[in-house]
């Protein structure tokens, strides 16, 4: 059944040819374990092999770390043996990690930090007292007042408390309770716990899970990890990347031939797209999932990047609960949060947090069962969580210094936002749309024909293979919109915008001298 | 299939009824899911319900976090409101959690996860020269030498480094290479990692795990979760629950006839069992598993923790590498540490490490490529795990400190281990082996006729109604040996030795005089 369904997913989802190398040899390694059990391929017989190995492992794409980004760090090696290249530094714009790319962490986050690690730093004058009050609170509530004992398998109590009163402020009063709030080791971990629970049934009774393609590609690793029915909707490029609930309809029917999609999968601001949905967008789609008995997930870790003057972040959470008892008391909801992203960039202690709606209570026990297992959340990651969402407040010692750095980190993003969609889009052959949130450009490339044929010849999709031209010639980083999914027939790649202003403008007519001569080239 | 498999599962494996309430009673609702599709039991009707989660998910048990410390908790919500109990405060022995217990962290480990954190302490003359040197170099090993970036899927590659050097020391000289080093969340996540990659194949193909039992419950959860066969293998209990071979080719002949074991798990030090396996002991597991083509999994967070003057810590991989190159350069072996155990228990960080020995190397690629999807593991873990691997050495200015705070809690564990082994014998009814190592005791109990029959009236196991009465009439929490498997009409409970010594003879003092009544009112 496995195998079935395996194919009924490749099957109902066609991908471009995926960017991880390996995985595409794997799969005629894959067609020949059909004929011989346990072949003898390797010099020493292993009993862990390609063949052998779970096969919905092995069917796990995973861009955002793939090929270009092992040859990125074979680039690196070569420079660092002084072998020349037409660049000196590989620029890794590869993935959103603000401070590998220079953001200094935001001050009173890490002495707070600092003070739970070392205690003794309590009596020290040279740390503030809110930053004191604020770790002393923590301690407290852990285990021997201690950072190194495990926490609940939920997360610490307080720092629960402290989520659900910033959601509480962030909603406008609608009400959080702590009870619902789950720390998770970055968004990513409860993304792929809850879609765990929600995984089941076989043939076409297997739950499909709607992801945007675009997407991130963490949605496709968990759903090929878990044998799940990947069911895409397309946003829609022409409109802003904005989500067109027919496109949803026309998802949801055609993937109830072969599955029973159970889940809808929403980004917003949007990941690789950077659009950031309208409050009318959100109440269309809860009501679709309300019609269509669909579990919704709504990833919301760019919520604090909004850059566009027009457009502001409405929670899925607050929208359900202002369109009345009859959503709010019945469509299930877990929305995800992270310390890796917005002003702060923490993505190196994997804290984040989920709030789930509607949880059945059953479930609940099920859902900290499972949690259990892994017995808690990183405790250092859970205390940098409480400090993004119990910040200094006006009239404590820290609260200048921290606005300023806040602001400064957000203030510089929206700047590079525009300045990335302004320059990309002087470009012939590149298509950006506005960058509205998040942290990426997700630009549109033409492609030669030729280009195309010589991508087919070295076995690439045309993307990567531009990708790895550009990272070639270039040094800089960036990953194929394959990588991603997009329309058949389209290409584009994903790019931060989190190189400082000076070293991003670089980029960008790096970016273009390559195009502009890539598209010669391939005439 | 999979509905089949996990009835395959549970029918070759006999389990005691499990002490995780919820998924009894799931049990029922499982079966009559058999029958309607989506039954309507929930005031509003839920999309995912017991009745339509994961199955899987459903059949996992966790017992060191399960209802037993679900109640511990509501006793301690009723003490802080002031009803009055037997006892004024619960001691939560169930879990390996020395910090919680009043452990201290080691000041050096403390000092240098102090100075990464806030780097502006570099500066301050409060801090050793040797914690510096460590937290600098930690610190130009990451991304904008921050602990709040990413680190490479694997591991920050100076850590890694630095796992390797401890290993090839710690083995005597057999050489560890740094490329099969993957820093890990804690050993668990290690440890269903390979596990997740290793399980393959349908119906009498399914992938079997050779467990311990008595096991550490990851174990089961994960084979749960995966779908996968548990193959049980009994420790001698008779014989201070060593590993016997025989009970091997029993349970992997059994195992042959509806699945196919491809897997051996071993805890070494034992968990919950304490007992340390012997080099020869170690030998005959190596070649057993080499005949028998099973993949070696070692769980040896423990090596640290040896009391026992007559036992001494082998790590697989250096009698691996000892019984020469037939075994090393064939035996595929994945062996685990934790910074949460040893001398430091710095179990919030959530910090560990494995070492792969003849992975195939197709399948390192693929390793890596599943680990990306979760990003990295916590960087601050990371650095933990960097201090417990390269502690201060002799003429350091820290060496000194460092050794005498690490003596002090191995000593002192190793004095709790003698006196629970002894206060446990001289009760009637309870019978404890010598706890060579790990930090648990894991006594058999006797319990009364009487006692069984008053358990199955409440639907619980005899051992959890035992540890139920224990917890409400002492507050001692601790964990029944259902929770990890023991043979059919035997009994046990899992304590940790952690308390401080003199809270520990109250607290067996309070367990010796709970026994004694409990034989007396069930006689």
Redesign the interface.
Known sequence: ??RAAALVRRGCCPRTPGP?G??QS?AAAEASAVLK?RPER?P?E?????E????Q??A???A???PIVLKAGEIELELQRGIKKPFTEVIRAN?G???????Q?ITFL??V??LC??PN?LD?P?FPEDAKKRARRILQA???N??????A?QGVNCIREDVAAYITRRDGGVPADPDNIYLT??A??GI?TIL?????G?GK?RTGVMIPIPQY??YS??IS?LDAIQVNYYLDEENCWALNVNELRRAVREAKDHCDP?VLCIINPGNPTGQVQSRKCIEDVIHFAWEE???LLADEVYQDNVYSPDCRFHSFKKVLYEMGPEYS??V?LASFHSTSKGY???????GGYMEVI???P??K??LV??L??????????QAAMDIVVNPPVPGEESFEQFSREKESVLGNLAKKAKLTEDLFNQVPGIHCNPLQGAMYAFPRIFIPAKAVEAAQAHKMAPDMFYCMKLLEETGICVVPGSGFGQREGTYHFRMTILPPVEKLKTVLQKVKDFHIKFLEKYA
Chains 1, 2 share one sequence.
């Not at 292993?46 to 390609?50: G, M, N, S, V, Y």
């Not at 052998?52 to 096969?55: C, E, G």
């Not at 990690?97 to 953001?103: F, H, V, Y």
Request: hydrophobic share 30%; glycine share 10%; charged share 20%.
């Open positions: 059944m496995q991880w390996r995985s794997s059990v390797s020493r292993r009993i862990l092999t390609l052998s190995m779970n096969p492992v092995k796990v794409e995973y955002v770390r793939g993935i990690d603000a401070q590998a790319m220079g953001q962490p890490r002495q930090m600092a690690t070392y730093l020290s040279s852990c285990g021997g201690s950072l190194g004992s495990y926490s398998s080791t970055g990513s971990d792929s765990k629970i929600l995984v089941s076989g009774s590609p963490l690793a968990v990890e159970k008995k669909l579990f008391s019945n299930e702060m960039g923490e993505c190196g202690y994997r509607n949880l059945h059953e479930i026990g099920q069962k499972l259990s297992v892994r017995l808690c959340p990183p405790v250092s990651g």
